[in-house]
């Protein structure tokens, strides 16, 4: 008898999985089913739900659920950016909703207090919707991400989700995908007919961070390893550190990973890199206290911002974003670098410009997403 395998560590947790009954037979259905087969999970429990069912309860300790649901809602949307600040523009294509991951720092927490990890199985829908809004106007081009109430390939190794929407999206090149995760699952590279419209992307941290705050995620080097991989075939990546936490020894850890990341990929192959501090809802805040006690970031001197969330105290957001900016210049990082979410006044501080000064944030970034 052949041993059942291990799925990847952060797909360990789940141990249910429900369906809505319309569902059952979608491409996406059958291969999570397909999938578990052969693994340790092969027998978790699967229950359908009826279209009368409210809500779907799930309450069994440390486990989380898998709910692969039938969307009714919009797919493509505008990411959630205030106008105060200088937001980048990009666009969502809604695939699901929460991690199985965890981060203390998670601003979905806040959004989702279940433990129900939930897919958009009808992707019919989903592509059909998509089609109509690339294939309008070819000469529209459009910067988009999966990975704004979800990591982008957190749940991938099951349901193949990122790899179907990169076949789907190789007859539009007007679209530029990103990819945006903390592991590591590269096998919709092979899906992908255009090296140049597709952007994986990884979030890093200082490694001081990564080992305190992060969990079930891959490490800093996997990361890089991956990114390297993908630089290796053609593709440009992205990389964010969102969010920048004060800690004692900062310098030291953002000094070690920017370096880290050039032992790894050139500048050339970084199509643009965001840089925020951490922001946090007023809810967020005892929730991240409760989930995770040790965390004593949240007890920074913070300041509300324009759009009511916390964020440091500008003088330190100054000085740790300098820092950082400084660092990657010397590593030959120029208009790829920008701030998530920061005012006019941060901008010229740090950069000695703001967004304003290149024709908005969105334009500067779209041309960095598209190479020609
Ligand atoms: S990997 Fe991203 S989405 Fe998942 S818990 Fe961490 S911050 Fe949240």
């Known amino acids: 008898m052949t041993k059942p395998v291990e799925l990847p560590h952060h797909l360990r947790k789940i141990g249910h999985v429900f369906v809505d009954e319309s569902m059952q037979g979608s491409p996406v259905a059958l291969r999570v089913r397909d999938r578990l087969n052969g693994t340790t999970q092969e027998n978790i429990p699967w229950t359908i739900v009826s279209p009368d069912a409210d809500r779907v309860e799930f309450d069994h ?11 009714k809602g919009k797919f493509l949307r505008f990411c959630p950016g205030t106008r105060a600040y200088h937001c980048c523009g990009y666009r969502i294509i809604h695939i699901g909703e929460n991690c199985p991951m965890a981060c203390s720092y998670c601003i979905l927490q806040a959004y989702f207090q279940d433990r129900i990890l939930k897919i958009w199985a009808n992707q019919d829908t989903l592509f059909s919707e998509l089609g109509n809004a690339f294939g309008a106007d070819r000469n529209t081009r459009y910067r988009v991400g999966t990975g704004e109430f979800t990591d982008s390939l957190a749940l991938e190794h ?6 179907d929407l990169v076949e789907f999206l190789n007859d539009y090149d007007n679209v530029a995908l990103e990819l945006k995760s903390k592991v590591v699952d590269l096998t919709w590279m092979q899906a992908a007919k255009r090296t140049d419209r597709i ?29 390297r991989t993908c630089a290796e075939a ?14 004692p020894g900062w310098r030291e850890g953002y000094a070690e990973i920017i370096d880290m990341i ?7 192959n970084i199509a643009y890199m965001s840089i925020g501090s951490f922001r946090c809802m007023p809810q967020l805040t005892p929730i991240i206290a409760n989930n995770f006690p ?6 920074n001197e913070f300041v509300p911002g324009l759009d009511g969330k916390a964020r440091l105290l500008r003088p330190l957001r100054v000085e740790q974003f300098s820092f950082m900016i400084d660092r990657l210049r010397k590593h030959g990082m120029d208009k790829q670098l920008y701030f998530c979410m920061e005012s006019t006044k941060v901008w010229n501080e740090v950069f000695g410009y703001s967004p304003k000064d290149f024709g908005g944030l969105g334009k500067r970034l779209m041309e960095q997403a598209f190479r020609d």
Do not use: M
């Open 61 to 71: 300790g440390d486990t989380q659920a898998l709910y692969l649901k039938e969307y």
């Open 294 to 299: 040790d965390t004593d970031y949240i007890y």
């Open 199 to 227: 952007l994986p992307a990884w979030s890093l941290n200082a490694p001081f961070i990564n080992e305190h705050e992060e969990f079930d995620v891959s490490t800093l080097r996997e990361r890089l390893e991956a990114a």
């Open 158 to 163: 099951l349901t193949g989700y990122s790899r």
């Open 262 to 268: 050039f032992d790894y990929i050139k500048p050339e």
């Open 234 to 247: 053609g593709f440009r990546v992205c990389l964010h550190f969102d969010p920048v936490i004060h800690y």
